[in-house]
């Protein structure tokens, strides 16, 4: 069987899972880890990545396995979503990825994008992330679908 095949006969029942961890902060390539099977609905262009840290506990809790798909731009308002910025630290991690509902309050001034994008953490022991027009663009990765049991 060749390996285009399998890799599409594993995207009916499986999904690939990247570490995420690897990359944070290192300016890698996320590598795949492998696949792990999945029940329900899902789509080829899902896949799964760990999940550590309290910040978005009790709705994702510390190593949990989510599954994420990629998010169009102008939909992302209070969603949950796998974000990177190269000035992120984000606090469970210290790394560059970090998972937190979606926030912005950016207009345009003048022709010129003004405003700020705020990652909220659902535990209130957790600051949220905010990211000032200024700062650069965070890069939304994915949307959470849902976290696996």
Known sequence: MTSSRLISQRLTSHLPVYSLDAAAGSGHDIEREGWTEVTGSISQDMFVSRVLGRSMEPDILDGSYCIFRPIAAGTRQGKTVLAQHSDIADPDTGGSYTVKKYDSDFVVVDGERR???????????????????????????????????
Not at 136 to 145: F, K, M, Q, S, T
């Open 115 to 149: 405003g700020s994008v705020t990652l909220r953490p659902l535990n209130p022991d957790f600051d949220p992330i905010v990211i000032r027009s200024a700062d650069g663009d965070v890069r939304i990765v994915a949307e959470l679908v849902r976290v696996l049991e």
